[in-house]
């Protein structure tokens, strides 16, 4: 009989101003044709999703000031 192991679900590791900028690229070659037009504006919605979402990831990594920290509440 086998068990299934369970592990940690990390984020995966990827960088993100990659990916926009194929997309970016994609988009650009996709305006050419008219015809995919439609498929254009999905990936410029898609580009604007990782643009936000390369920002909130910023913000979380952003160190906290001592005074937000867990240990502020020390009492000693």
């Known amino acids: ?26 988009q650009g070659e996709m305006k050419r044709v008219p015809a995919l037009a439609d498929a254009a504006q999905a990936l410029e919605t898609a580009i604007i999703e990782m643009e936000r979402a390369e920002t909130r990831s910023r913000r979380a990594l952003r160190p906290q000031g001592f005074n937000l920290s867990r240990f502020s509440r020390i009492r000693h």
């Open 1 to 26: 009989m086998s068990s299934i192991v369970r592990t940690i679900a990390y984020p995966p590791e990827f960088d993100l101003s990659t990916m926009r900028e194929t997309l970016r690229y994609m």
